[in-house]
């Protein structure tokens, strides 16, 4: 166990609709970021908070936008959802303020399906 | 740029054998290395780091993995396969310049047969 949850497990989708995604990282946890895995590929950085403020970002488009919160919670949000946005997101938190070495911790991921 | 290649998408070993998973990198500033395990339906585990301390790196439940500059090279071994190892296996690069964000490999499936 990590001690980073998310929220929900699964979730379904149509195409063009907008879903929230959620994640509660460790205590004490200032940075957290978030990764979309698709189906057997590996898991691709989408963007990085620390302490609520964004910290870089992936090659995703502006439609992927995420908050973080002053009690350790995260939300990712997808607009116009597309069916290729349907996979596995992860969050992850660490200790630092991202540097290279920090250790991340994966919560186990939401299920989105768009359909 | 970073990026990570994990040659082998699929590996099998016989219980008991040695397991090997591969991972070469590119990265154009001293690299911080990572091998993450993914369980079915479940996130990624953190196996091991390496952070420059030691090239040769311990992490969990037998695992090691070798830095070799020269080689560009951060391979994943085990010397006694067991069942229960059997997973997805993910290298991951990430550099100072970019902060903590992983660069991942493709995964890597081992299997492990009785």
């Known amino acids: 166990e990590t001690g980073v949850t998310q929220s929900p497990t699964h979730l379904i989708k149509t195409r063009g609709q907008q879903v929230t995604l959620r994640c509660s990282s460790q205590?004490?946890?200032?940075?957290v970021s978030w990764y979309q895995q698709a189906l057997g590929q590996g898991p691709q950085f989408i963007f990085q908070?620390?302490?609520?403020?964004?910290?870089g970002r992936g090659n995703f488009p502006p439609r992927f936008s995420g908050l973080q919160f002053p009690n350790y919670s995260s939300e990712l949000n997808v607009n116009a959802l597309e069916l290729d946005d349907s996979a596995l997101y992860l969050c992850?938190?660490?200790?630092?303020?991202?540097?290279?070495?920090?250790?991340?911790?994966f919560g186990p991921g939401t299920r989105l399906t768009v359909l | 740029a970073q990026s990570v290649t994990q040659l082998g998408s699929h590996v099998s070993v016989s219980e008991g054998a040695l397991v090997l998973l591969r991972c070469n990198y590119s990265?154009?500033?001293?690299?911080?290395l990572f091998w993450y395990v993914q369980y079915p339906n479940q996130g990624l585990q953190l196996l091991l780091k390496y952070t420059s301390a030691a090239t040769l790196v311990k992490g969990i439940n037998g695992f090691e993995a070798e830095f070799k500059k020269s080689e560009t090279s951060f391979h994943l071994t085990k010397p006694s396969a067991h069942m229960s190892d059997a997973a997805e296996y993910f290298c991951?690069?990430?550099?100072?310049?970019?902060?903590?964000?992983?660069?991942f490999g493709e995964g890597t499936q081992l299997t492990v047969n009785p």
């Open positions: 991951a690069v990430s550099e100072e310049t970019s902060g903590s964000r992983l660069t």
């Open positions: 992850a938190s660490s200790l630092g303020r991202g540097g290279g070495g920090d250790t991340q911790y």
């Open positions: 205590s004490g946890h200032n940075t």
């Open positions: 908070y620390y302490r609520e403020e964004e910290n």
């Open positions: 990265s154009s500033v001293p690299p911080y």
